[in-house]
């Protein structure tokens, strides 16, 4: 039997941005479009309504934005996964976003094979971060951790690569020959020294501190 298919809910106030998003996965083996939504207060009914595994979030609309919609769709379903979508890499609401909980962030006019990457990567647990709006926004990410590499023990700094090279737990234990406990409980350590909250700030703040880059690991 097959694996289950991604279910995605595609949200964007834009119909014809939407839509062209939707005819895209559409195409796509081993991903469903669950449903739309053209705002936040949509998304957040949408979710409860679908239950999608990945949601395809824009962050500029009007009433309740992305960010906000990000935020308490995170804290009613943490084990939903959500993309960002934005037009604009020094958009505010990208930042929100990820301290939210996003599992990662792209540009809309980003090659379609690299959003159908994405979708399947953040569904795996791992993060994904467009190159162009991580340089930008690294630098403003970490700034919520100013702690040093040198706070991490050796093994945390390993699992702090792995996990910003985007892989996922299961990944991460079998490059170091750990369990997946482990790797969970590294991870879990690792963020709250460097007082951040999810994989993809730490995946920044990696990034930041030269840990990994963008032009090889990441």
Known sequence: MSERSIRVLVVDDHTIVRKGICALLQTEPGIVVVGEASDGAEAITAVERTHPDVVLMDLMMPGVDGEQATSTL????????VLVLTSFTADEHVVGAIRAGAAGFHLKDADPHDLI?????????????DPLAARTLMSRISHDSRADVGVLTPRELEV????ARGLSNQEVAQALYITEVTVRAHVSNV???????????LALWALRRGI???????
């Open 74 to 81: 995170l804290s009613r379903y943490p084990e939903l996964r």
């Open 117 to 129: 990457a994405a979708i399947r990567c953040v569904h795996a647990g791992q993060s994904s971060l």
């Open 160 to 163: 702090v690569r792995e996990v």
């Open 191 to 201: 963020l709250g020294k460097l007082n951040l909250s999810s994989r993809t700030q």
């Open 212 to 218: 990994v880059s963008l032009e090889g690991d990441a």
